[in-house]
């Protein structure tokens, strides 16, 4: 049975004074949900303080993105132990808005997913096709290349967790229907299925993240190989975000 898990990824959002309000209504609104794994993403410059709000509660501390290297020459970039050293346990890695912004590549996605898992970070590996490629009928092509580059050279996804985002539906209003979202999410399955085995590809975690909100999670999170969902906008609001962890009730 594959743990579902929410996670809040905050973008450019966020002071230290913010968090503190936001953590502080969250907690109470999720303090009663079992068998969900909660994670929330803030920027760098809040981590350690957000990993102090959040201490002792079930929430977990991400961080939005990591550079390969350790340490070293590289001005503006932050290592996978700065992170651990700040109190993250999971690293975002390779979101589509880092591919459209920051040229980040699949070579650049599978240096930084290997160096934060040897770092001991669990990595949320990022994938999903743009409008353009859905319409051109190459979905399949572009997703599966994501995964297979993406992972290359790993021999175990214990500490993967893979976010299906569909481009198109991100900060658009935009989801993909449930059916949309289960027919990407069971092929990555299959293609993790054929790169690392049945076992690898039963027990994987993959979230779908694309304009998740309140009134729609529930449909989602009834498809079979949906195991969660990586949230934007709906998780900056504590309301918002506790009715999508509570999904279940």
Partial sequence: MRTPVIAGNWKLYKTSGEAKGLIEALLPLIKDVKGVEVIVAPVFTILHRVGELIGGSRVKLSAQNCFWEEEGAFTGEVSPGMLLDAGCSHVIIGHSERRQYFAETDE???????????????????????????????MNDVLTRQVTKGLDGLTSLQAVIIAYEPVWAIGTGKTATEAQAQEAH????????????????????????????????????????????????????PESFAAIVNFGK
Wanted: hydrophobic share 40%.
């Fill in 108 to 138: 650049t996605v599978n240096r930084k997913t290997k160096a934060a898992i040897a770092a001991g970070l669990k990595a949320i590996v990022c994938v999903g096709e743009t409008l353009e490629e859905r319409e051109e009928g190459v």
């Fill in 186 to 237: 069971r092929l990555i399955r299959t293609v993790i299925s054929q790169k690392f085995g049945v076992d690898s590809s039963d027990k994987v975690r993959i979230l779908y993240g694309g304009s998740v909100k309140p009134d729609n999670v529930k449909g989602l999170m009834s498809q079979p190989d949906i195991d969660g969902a990586l949230v934007g906008g709906a998780s900056l609001k």
